[in-house]
């Protein structure tokens, strides 16, 4: 896997789950590749049980019943294992922006982990980079850019090896850099904010600030009414609402 320039390991990531409430659906199926500097390579895949019912809808999709997974261990017994592999390294999922991340951050939040995410965390999410090419699912990514059938979708290691083969694609097809950096700013991640939905940044002197709406510009401390008021929008992502429940508690700045 020599196709990204790495300055610290990467975890490809996919996650099967409950439902797509990244508030309230469990994780019950992440896999995991992660990739090192040096060359080396780390697999894992990793059943879960929810603790509630798998909806008939979601085993519709990734075919995991209730019964395969009732023997399997709780996020909150393996999390800090999970969070163990995703510390200081930076990731890439199939939307991972809009979902696996989250849910993923989630799953942390209510385990009471400590997040592995590095602040300046870099999101590769190929996704993003087929919609701006060519606007399909990861079936027709995987078609179209190495001219494979993506067998077995919707189980975790079959998607997240997709993901992996279709990024190295898109790589040289579209003359990219394969720079983690540059790739997060082209897909849309982080980059420089504190969260994914880029309500948050930090200013010259570090301290955090808003980035939208009618704070905008403002220290975050000095408007504690504007950060409740997030806790309560549904487009204000998982991983803003932590930041405002830590600013609110007084634990960063």
Not at 14 to 32: L, M, N, P, V
Not at 99 to 123: A, G, S, T, V
Not at 214 to 237: E, H, I, N, R, T
Request: net charge negative; charged share 30%.
């Amino acid at each position: 896997m020599s196709f990204l320039k790495l300055n610290r390991p990467i975890v490809f990531f996919d996650t099967e789950t409950t439902g797509i409430k990244t508030e309230t659906d469990r994780i019950i199926e992440i896999s995991i590749i992660k990739l090192f500097p040096d060359g080396r390579k780390e697999t894992l895949t990793q059943r879960f049980n929810p603790e509630m019912k798998i909806p008939f809808q979601a085993t519709q999709i990734h075919k995991i019943t209730d019964q395969d997974v009732a023997n399997e261990p709780t996020f909150f017994f393996k999390g800090n294992y999970i969070a163990e592999i995703f510390k200081n390294s930076d990731i890439a999922c199939y939307n991972a922006i809009g979902f696996d991340y989250q849910i993923l951050f989630m799953e942390f939040l209510r385990c009471n982990i400590e997040l592995p995410f590095p602040e300046d965390l870099k999101i590769i999410d190929p996704m993003k980079i087929f919609q701006k090419n060519e606007r399909r699912d990861l079936q027709a990514a995987l078609k179209f850019y190495c001219n494979q059938n993506l067998e077995n979708a919707h189980t975790a290691e079959a998607d997240i090896l997709a993901t992996l083969n279709v990024l190295e694609a898109q790589i040289k097809k579209y003359n990219l850099s394969d720079d983690v950096v540059e790739l997060d700013l082209y897909c849309e991640g982080k980059g420089s904010f504190v969260d994914c939905s880029k309500k948050f940044k930090r200013d010259e002197e570090g301290e955090i600030i808003f980035n939208f709406g009618k704070s905008k510009g403002k220290k975050a401390l000095s408007d504690p009414g504007y950060l409740k008021w997030m806790l309560d929008q549904d487009f204000v992502g998982i991983d803003a609402k932590y930041y405002c429940r830590k600013l609110l508690a007084g634990e960063i700045k």
